[in-house]
T-cell receptor
Framework: NAGVTQTPKFQVLKTGQSMTLQCAQDMNHEYMSWYRQDPGMGLRLIHYSVGAGITDQGEVPNGYNVSRSTTEDFPLRLLSAAPSQTSVYFC??????????FGQGTRLTVV | RKEVEQDPGPFNVPEGATVAFNCTYSNSASQSFFWYRQDCRKEPKLLMSVYSSGNEDGRFTAQLNRASQYISLLIRDSKLSDSATYLCVASMDSNYQLIWGAGTKLIIKP
């Protein structure tokens, strides 16, 4: 049971480049989410999905897009990378009122 | 004001000591609470859920005080391996969304 698989683990982008962070879970969880974590800020919700075909914005959605075509996959797209998007990104999934399972994180640097 | 607030620390504690953290939450509608542990450069992992009656898991005890809107985590006989950041989380049963504190850093010294 792999849990939540998140790729890549590290990425360096130039300002203006786009990329997709991949997230897949094999626990059949309906709810999936993307967070960014910055020093002293805690986890901030970017986008989330309560099921296939349904996505919604979180606290800090600007500059990011998501889609949820299947229950398993929830990719996060950076449309035009900016230095302010330098952060650690975590994908998470959970069933209702249960433990949240996280991917290993992506350390993104935008130069 | 943040919805979930924690003292960022760091708490520097000698091995074997008892240490306690508090976490306050602002939304009185919050129903479920959790403590997560996050090691340096790793993903958060569930440490324990927090029930109204309090709960204990080995050296760890979590308490909920709804009247004062805070939860606490007590670690007894602290080990070097307890060094980590401890994240407090609140959620409402009506949805899946979790509200995270910024974390309290704990350093256990030999």
């Amino acid at each position: 049971n792999a849990g939540v698989t998140q790729t890549p683990k590290f990425q360096v982008l130039k300002t203006g480049q786009s990329m997709t962070l991949q997230c897949a879970q094999d626990m059949n969880h309906e709810y999936m989410s993307w967070y960014r974590q910055d020093p002293g800020m805690g986890l901030r919700l970017i986008h989330y999905s309560v099921g296939a075909g349904i996505t919604d914005q979180g606290e800090v959605p600007n500059g990011y897009n998501v889609s949820r075509s299947t229950t398993e996959d929830f990719p996060l797209r950076l449309l035009s990378a900016a230095p302010s998007q330098t952060s650690v990104y975590f994908c998470a999934s959970l069933a209702e009122n249960t433990e949240a399972f996280f991917g290993q994180g992506t350390r993104l640097t935008v130069v | 004001r943040k919805e979930v607030e924690q003292d960022p620390g760091p708490f520097n504690v000698p091995e074997g000591a008892t240490v306690a953290f508090n976490c306050t939450y602002s939304n009185s509608a919050s129903q479920s609470f959790f403590w997560y542990r996050q090691d340096c450069r790793k993903e958060p992992k569930l440490l324990m859920s927090v029930y109204s009656s309090g709960n204990e898991d080995g050296r760890f005890t979590a308490q909920l005080n709804r009247a004062s809107q805070y939860i606490s985590l007590l670690i007894r006989d602290s080990k070097l391996s307890d060094s980590a950041t401890y994240l407090c989380v609140a959620s409402m049963d009506s949805n899946y969304q979790l509200i995270w504190g910024a974390g309290t850093k704990l350093i256990i010294k030999p």
